[in-house]
């Protein structure tokens, strides 16, 4: 178990209260340094609206709606004895700092069912998906959070997400997955009985990954911003450390690596660079057999994509090592057009992947699309431009983002925006400006630590 209760043990809330607390303006002084003053009142208002929406007779009327967030997207961590706050580990940056993170490690066996001092989920996100479950609540509808371990194979947490909708009484359900929660929605479908299949409206994924991710590839490389930005805050492992051991260890990381890389099969180990770090054999066969257990989409899919930020949008093999083409058209974390599915209806919109689900823009399209399958909030179809695109390989990366982070000098603003842009797109990735001489590998380098240290480490 863990040692002293940290802050962020302390915030991690059984379920509703959060809700309760900012309707009732409980815990103000807590609430609002840990959101952010304008996060804060904005959550407060919404949390007023949907308390009050929850007495309305129409409610019983409206589907169930299931959020399904996506990897990183839910709390893991330990219950306490005697009522003490739960350990939380996923997401705890004073265990982070502290080297705790190892123990984020999958094995096969290190399911809650079957040990009890595993990992458990401990709700969602709170930052990430709060403001789109009180929004929702506030249109009338109730929404069920289905927090998972998203380390496990995806085909496991779709069983687990299968057996909650047979249990389920509502006539009529909502599925909405964002980024691999898409993909656990669209398999938990083909897992429920036909009954519990039919009372399934609508499948909408925001930002899902339904053709894989380059990202998932940068993640078993030591390449991937929140790798590298989570080995900064840790004191004790660097990113290939982290990587090998933490990772590598996740069979869904492996299930979302991306099909269609031209000549490149990424679950073939011959296809991946001779040195550096490379995935587990066996955790790749497996994940090559995804793809074949997802229904195709048909008339209740929608795909909501994101576009407009820099983003790893393809990947090819040079001088030993992967170089990753950047371009717009993508959501920062995956490309435009590995979040479309054929079959599905297709909306688009210039937002990052983090704020799909923050974005009152989305949610109100969610909510024209939950009323009359089609919305005017979103474009139809995918919209993505690719714009200047620019060359990053593996090793410009690792000296992009190198170097360790003095958790205890930052302000508790600063530790907020470091934590909340874990995912954000390294400078590194930025076009460079037509009216000016393209900068060398090694001066781009040179800018984001310079970047890097200005806004994590302010004096």
């Keep these: 178990m863990g040692g002293a209760i940290s802050v962020y043990d302390r915030m991690c809330w059984p379920p509703g209260e959060l809700e309760r607390a900012?309707?009732?303006?409980?815990?103000?002084?807590?609430?609002?340094?840990?959101?952010g003053q304008g996060e804060y009142r904005r959550l407060v208002h919404l949390a007023r609206a949907a308390a009050a929406a929850a007495n309305c007779a129409a409610h019983a009327m409206q589907p169930r709606v299931f959020l399904i967030p996506g990897l990183l997207g839910s709390?893991?961590?330990?219950?306490?004895?005697?009522?003490?706050?739960?350990?939380?580990?996923?997401?705890?940056?004073?265990?982070?700092?502290?080297?705790?993170?190892?123990?984020l490690r999958w094995h096969a066996s290190s399911g809650a069912r079957r040990a009890p001092r595993a990992l458990q989920?401990?709700?969602?996100i709170p930052h990430t998906y709060l403001?789109?479950?009180?929004?929702?609540?506030?249109?009338?509808?109730?929404?069920?959070?289905?927090?998972?371990?998203?380390?496990?194979?995806?085909?496991?947490?779709?069983?687990?997400?299968?057996?909650?909708?047979?249990?389920?009484?509502?006539?009529?359900?909502?599925?909405?997955?964002?980024?691999?929660?898409?993909?656990?929605?669209?398999?938990?479908?083909?897992?429920?009985?036909?009954?519990?299949?039919?009372?399934?409206?609508?499948?909408?994924?925001?930002?899902?990954?339904?053709?894989?991710?380059i990202g998932a590839v940068q993640a078993l490389r030591a390449t991937y911003p929140v790798v590298l930005r989570l080995a900064a805050l840790d004191p004790l492992h660097d990113a290939d450390t982290l990587s090998r051991r933490v990772f590598h260890s996740?069979?869904?990381?492996?299930?979302?690596?991306?099909?269609?890389?031209?000549?490149?099969?990424?679950?073939q180990a011959r296809h991946w660079p001779p040195t550096g770090l490379r995935p587990a054999r066996g955790l790749?066969?497996?994940?090559?057999?995804?793809?074949?257990?997802?229904?195709?989409?048909?008339?209740?899919?929608?795909?909501?994509?994101?576009?407009?930020?820099r983003t790893v949008t393809g990947?090819?093999?040079?001088?030993?090592?992967?170089?990753?083409?950047?371009?717009?058209?993508?959501?920062?974390?995956?490309?435009?057009?590995c979040a479309t599915l054929p079959g599905a209806r297709d909306y688009s919109l210039v937002c990052e992947h983090s704020e799909l689900p923050r974005s009152a823009r989305v949610a109100a399209a969610i909510i024209e699309l939950l009323q009359g399958q089609r919305t005017s909030r979103l474009r139809a179809g995918n919209h993505a431009r690719a714009g200047r695109r620019v060359q990053v390989s593996d090793a410009m990366l690792?000296?992009?983002?190198?170097?360790?982070?003095?958790?205890?000098?930052?302000?508790?603003d600063a530790r907020r925006r470091y934590l909340n842009e874990l995912n954000a797109p390294p400078a590194i990735y930025r076009a460079s400006s037509p009216a000016r001489p393209r900068a060398t590998p090694r001066a781009t380098a040179r800018a984001d630590r310079r970047r890097t240290k200005r806004t994590a480490v302010p004096r």
């Design 121 to 124: 989920p401990l709700g969602m």
């Design 315 to 337: 990947l090819s093999l040079q001088r030993g090592q992967f170089c990753y083409e950047v371009s717009q058209a993508g959501d920062g974390t995956v490309a435009a057009v």
């Design 398 to 412: 690792r000296r992009a983002l190198q170097g360790k982070l003095d958790w205890q000098r930052l302000s508790v």
């Design 22 to 35: 900012l309707a009732a303006g409980t815990h103000r002084r807590e609430l609002s340094a840990w959101f």
């Design 131 to 213: 403001a789109l479950k009180l929004r929702l609540a506030a249109a009338g509808y109730h929404v069920v959070v289905h927090d998972y371990d998203w380390r496990e194979d995806i085909l496991a947490s779709a069983a687990g997400l299968a057996r909650r909708l047979e249990t389920e009484p509502a006539a009529r359900l909502v599925l909405i997955g964002h980024s691999m929660g898409g993909l656990v929605a669209r398999a938990a479908l083909a897992r429920c009985t036909p009954a519990t299949a039919r009372r399934i409206e609508q499948l909408i994924g925001l930002g899902a990954p339904h053709g894989g991710s």
């Design 250 to 267: 996740f069979p869904s990381v492996h299930q979302m690596l991306p099909r269609g890389t031209g000549d490149l099969d990424l679950f």
């Design 75 to 103: 709390q893991l961590g330990r219950p306490r004895a005697d009522g003490q706050p739960c350990d939380l580990l996923w997401l705890d940056a004073t265990d982070i700092a502290q080297g705790r993170l190892m123990q």
């Design 284 to 309: 790749l066969a497996a994940g090559a057999q995804l793809a074949s257990q997802l229904p195709p989409a048909d008339a209740r899919f929608v795909s909501i994509i994101g576009t407009g930020h």
